[in-house]
């Protein structure tokens, strides 16, 4: 009896069950309650195991395009498109220079972008979504454009040759090329006329007596039309227009051509 007793109590303590004894007498007695203690930490097979999914990789920084220092055709690009949502004025130059870095910089930060000033692609598409592609004239507002190929009239001698087509002057002294500047014309109402003319006059501080403008370095060569500097060509590009002049925005290099330009000397303005 003692032995069974035993492993009864054991069986108890393993289960945490409730057990009825007896006296010798043969009377029962009250249940005796034995409580297991709780386990205070799970076992090891019931352990929280470290995670053997992969984490995902971090994103890569998006691609840098242009950057300060760089110049091109595509940075030309982007300054005209940044001028379109008004984060840029000047230019545009094909130079990214520290206005063009601050410029970027701007429209990054309106956009919640990482404000770099690197054009990277994502700004990239950014900014494209947002503007227009732009022509010929926006991307060279303020010149800079190629010159095309001289008129055959261009060749021989001492010439001024004006293309209408590519907006530009070649200084051409037997077939050479000597200079070349960009150029802006008439307007509408008044249009720079084409031909084959000659320089009849040269007047270094001129001022125009009919719209009382002034006409610095003038080359006259058809009437009132003059090859000259002009500020306004200079401060605003392509965006305005002459009376029928032909406008140079570049002062240092219209006088280097004042200074070598003779009366006599052909012009001849094309398409």
Known sequence: MGRSFAALLVLALACGCTVRTADGDGKRRLPVRIEVPERST??????????????????????????????????????????????????????????????????????????????????????????????????????GQPADAPDARCLTGRVLCISKTSRTLRWMIDGRTVMTVSVRFGSVGTPTREGVFSVYWKSRHHVSTLYDSPMPYAMFFSGGQAVHYSADFAANGYAGGSHGCVNVRDETAIADLYAQVRNGDKVVVHW
């Open 42 to 143: 799970p076992p090891a097979d019931d352990a929280p195991k470290p995670s053997t999914t992969p984490s995902a990789p971090a994103a890569a920084p998006a691609a840098v395009l242009w950057s300060r220092g760089d110049s091109g055709r595509d940075v030309r690009e982007l300054q005209a498109r940044l001028r379109q949502v008004a984060w840029l004025y000047d230019g545009p130059t094909g130079s990214y220079d520290d206005l063009t870095e601050r410029a970027v910089k701007g429209f990054q930060g309106k956009r919640g972008l990482p404000r770099t000033g690197r054009t990277d692609t994502v700004t990239w598409k950014r900014l494209k979504a947002m503007t227009h592609e732009p022509g010929k004239w926006e991307l060279y507002l303020m010149g």
